[in-house]
């Protein structure tokens, strides 16, 4: 049940996320920052291990999964509030 809901929220992210990212960029370097977009963030994850290793020298390990998710939540808020607004805009190649 657990692992239902959990595949239809995150299914409901990534139905709007390829829209969002093709309106972030200008039609010049849309395909670059498209592809790097969509891949960094599969990248930087990649190195938990190394992330919560890394903090078990000052902090308890088992609590490294908890500042690891605030952190991210931290990042998501971050890119979300400074992205920029393209609905009003043309976005016609020049």
């Known amino acids: 049940m657990f692992g239902t809901l959990s595949l239809i929220s995150s299914l409901t992210v ?3 996320i390829s829209a ?3 309106e972030l960029f ?13 891949s960094l963030p599969s990248v930087i994850p990649a190195f938990y291990s190394y992330y919560m290793l890394g903090m ?21 808020t971050a890119g979300a ?3 920029s607004d393209r609905r009003h805009v043309e976005l016609d190649a020049v």
């Open 26 to 38: 200008p039609t010049e370097i849309r395909s670059s920052g498209y592809g790097i977009a969509y």
């Open 81 to 83: 509030w400074f992205s």
């Open 14 to 16: 990534w139905a709007m």
């Open 20 to 22: 969002f990212l093709m």
């Open 56 to 76: 078990s020298d000052f902090m308890p390990y088992a609590y490294t999964p908890v500042v690891l998710l605030f952190v991210g939540g931290l990042f998501l």
